[in-house]
């Protein structure tokens, strides 16, 4: 039970794709070793997953980071991609190409194919996204977790990140692309003018997610995008307050080392969002609890050590730590140090 005073039989993670699914595959190896002190070998797991990188292409509908999460953890996953399944075949993309149907850039795998048709007909048929999820990870997560690993998507709404990029051969300067044409068209090269996180005021938080915020042991943010994979859950409405208001502590992993992002393009968005790029900046991006921010706690790397004061003297409680998720032993390291960190929930009042 939440808070019963006996370690931590319950967290919950805010995940983007593939940094967030390699930290829960850490996470989860950690626990159930009992390599994480003070976290209950069989301890839960809730991870509510960005749904900002969704789009609609070809009739279908596409979750990266929920799908990345899934697949990494149900083993699907093409481990040196990153996304995706492995063992993958391209014939539908390239017979739609052949029909010069747009766009001929994106990655639609056969194998992947099959999980947005599920996913669209369900959709169809009327179910909300949270409810397509699970029955997806019927198959890619209950042989394992059983019911101890809960996927949930931030929302049920309709949710997506745009960018405005210069572009010159526009009259005004300036193009508004989906997230997914500027990563994986344009690889991040665009000037970056504005985010738009197109419907998050508007959405509500799907079922189950504000009461994995609230009733649970811990929070923690892994070493996911924090604009464009943590950025749109923490702005879905009335997520960030529950953050603020759980008992659970909250810690967080950054995901800049040495002043760089390891895979991604963490450091394009920070810039384009005003934020220095460094695990300081991160850290104070999300702000301390104490001061109207998220964290209680914040992890950077060794190399970043000397960031460790100008957090702290933030209110945060903070650490320098291995923080490259090498091999699961690694990661799971990782987790401890999160949990060491901030300690286990408040008692119940
Ligand atoms: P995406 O949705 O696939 O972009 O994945 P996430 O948002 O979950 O994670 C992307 C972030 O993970 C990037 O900013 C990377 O810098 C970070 N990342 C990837 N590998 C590592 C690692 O080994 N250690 C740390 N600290 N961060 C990492
Ligand atoms: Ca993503």
Excluded at 152 to 176: F, K, N, Q, Y
Excluded at 197 to 208: E, I, K, R, W, Y
Excluded at 275 to 287: I, K, M, Q, T
Excluded at 330 to 342: G, I, K, R, S
Aim: charged share 20%; hydrophobic share 45%; aromatic share 6%.
């Amino acid at each position: 039970m939440a808070g019963d005073g006996s370690g931590i039989n319950h967290i919950t993670v805010l995940s983007g794709g593939v940094g967030g699914a390699r930290f829960l595959q850490g996470l989860w190896h950690g626990i159930t070793t009992g390599q994480v002190p003070g976290v209950a070998e069989d301890a839960r797991v809730t991870v509510i997953a960005n749904n900002g990188d969704d789009w609609w292409v070809h009739g279908v509908k596409v979750c990266p980071d929920l799908d990345t999460v899934m697949y990494t953890l149900g083993n699907g996953i093409d481990h040196e991609r990153g996304w995706g399944r492995r063992e993958e075949t391209w014939h539908a993309k390239e017979e739609l190409a052949n029909y010069g149907v747009e766009p001929t850039w994106f990655g639609l795998g056969d194998r992947d194919l099959a999980t947005h048709l599920v996913r669209t007909q369900m959709l169809d048929a009327g179910y909300p996204l949270s409810q397509v999820t699970e029955a997806l990870c019927r198959r890619w997560l209950a042989p394992t977790y059983a019911d101890r690993l809960r996927l949930l998507p931030m929302t049920d709404d309709r949710v997506e990140t745009h960018l405005a990029i210069t572009d010159a051969d526009s009259p005004s300067g300036r193009r508004v692309v989906h997230f997914q044409e500027y990563w994986v068209k344009l690889r991040a090269e665009a000037e970056v003018e504005a985010l738009l996180f197109v419907g998050l005021d508007d959405s509500s938080p799907a079922p189950g997610v504000i009461d994995a915020i609230t009733d649970t042991d811990l929070v923690i943010v892994p070493p996911s995008n924090p604009i464009v994979s943590v950025g749109p859950i923490l702005g879905v409405p009335r997520v960030r307050e529950a953050l603020v208001a759980t008992r659970a502590p909250v810690v967080g992993l950054s995901p800049i080392v040495g002043g760089r992002h390891l895979r991604g393009m963490a450091e394009q968005l920070l810039k384009a969002s005003g934020v220095e790029v460094s695990a300081a900046a991160v850290g104070l991006h999300y702000g301390a609890r104490s001061d109207g921010g998220v964290l209680d706690g914040w992890l950077v790397d060794e190399v970043d050590a000397h960031d460790v004061r100008r957090v702290a003297e933030a209110g945060l409680a903070c650490r320098a730590v291995p923080l490259l998720m090498t091999d699961l032993d690694a990661t799971a390291a990782m987790a401890a140090a999160a949990v060491e960190l901030v300690g286990p929930a408040r008692p119940a009042a």
